[in-house]
T-cell receptor
C-alpha cells in the first residue's frame, strides 16, 4: 500500500495569511487528488493532478504535483474563514477501485 | 435526490447491539464505497462494490462488519455486536462508470456512537 503522509496535521492561522500543506510519499503515483471536507459533510474533490510538475489553480488555491510524482502541495493565498476544513490528499492504487487517503491537514482560519 | 444519501445521520447504540447503515448512491453510479473516519483523521477504506459485486472487502476490520448491495443500487453496512472502537463516521461514496478522473462523490456520513 502506498502511504500518503500529510503535513502539518493541524494549522491555525488568521484571515489573510498564506499557507502551504504537503502530501508526501516514497512511491510514484499515476495521479493524485485533493479533497476538502467541511465539518459534518463528506469530502469534496478540489482537483486531480496527473503530470509531474503540473500546477493547477482554483481561485486562491494552487496545487502542484512534484516532478517525480511522489509529492504534492496545496498553497492557499489570503486565507478566509470559509477555507476552514480538513484537506485530504488521495490516490487510486489500482487505476480505479478504492481511493486511499492521507490522514489530512485540519485548517482553521480565524477572522 | 441529486447526491449520495445516507441514513441515519446519527446513531447511538449500546455495546453489543447490531446496527445497519444505509447508502443511496447517485442514480447510475455503478461503483459504491464505504469508508470509516475517526475524528480529525482521513477516511479509511472498508469495502467496494461494482454493481452488486463486492470486489474488495480488504478494509473491513473484523467479521462483525458486513456490507451488501443486492440489486446494485442501495447498499447497507451492518455492524454486529458493536464495540466502543466502532464509534466513527461511516461515509459512503459512489462514482459513475468510465470516469477517468476517478472522482468519488460522498454522502454526509452516518455518525455512530457506541456507549
Amino acid at each position: 500500500t502506498q502511504l500518503l503522509e500529510q503535513s502539518p496535521q493541524f494549522l491555525s492561522i488568521q484571515e489573510g495569511e498564506n499557507l502551504t500543506v504537503y502530501c508526501n510519499s516514497s512511491s510514484v503515483f499515476s495521479s493524485l487528488q485533493w479533497y476538502r471536507q467541511e465539518p459534518g459533510e463528506g469530502p469534496v474533490l478540489l482537483v486531480t493532478v496527473v503530470t509531474g510538475g503540473e500546477v493547477k489553480k482554483l481561485k486562491r488555491l494552487t496545487f502542484q504535483f512534484g516532478d517525480a510524482r511522489k509529492d504534492s502541495s496545496l498553497h492557499i493565498t489570503a486565507a478566509q474563514p470559509g477555507d476552514t476544513g480538513l484537506y485530504l490528499c488521495a490516490h487510486h492504487p489500482n487505476q480505479g477501485g478504492k481511493l486511499i487517503f492521507g490522514q489530512g491537514t485540519e485548517l482553521s482560519v480565524k477572522p | 435526490g441529486a447526491g449520495v444519501s445516507q441514513s441515519p445521520r446519527y446513531k447511538v447504540a449500546k455495546r453489543g447491539q447490531d446496527v445497519a447503515l444505509r447508502c443511496d448512491p447517485i442514480s447510475g453510479h455503478v461503483s459504491l464505497f464505504w469508508y470509516q473516519q475517526a475524528l480529525g483523521q482521513g477516511p479509511e477504506f472498508l469495502t467496494y462494490f461494482q454493481n452488486e459485486a463486492q470486489l474488495d472487502k480488504s478494509g473491513l476490520p473484523s467479521d462483525r462488519f458486513f456490507a451488501e448491495r443486492p440489486e446494485g443500487s442501495v447498499s447497507t453496512l451492518k455492524i454486529q455486536r458493536t464495540q466502543q472502537e466502532d464509534s466513527a463516521v461511516y461515509l459512503c461514496a459512489s462514482s459513475p462508470p468510465g470516469l477517468s478522473t476517478g472522482e468519488l462523490f460522498f454522502g454526509e456520513g452516518s455518525r455512530l456512537t457506541v456507549l
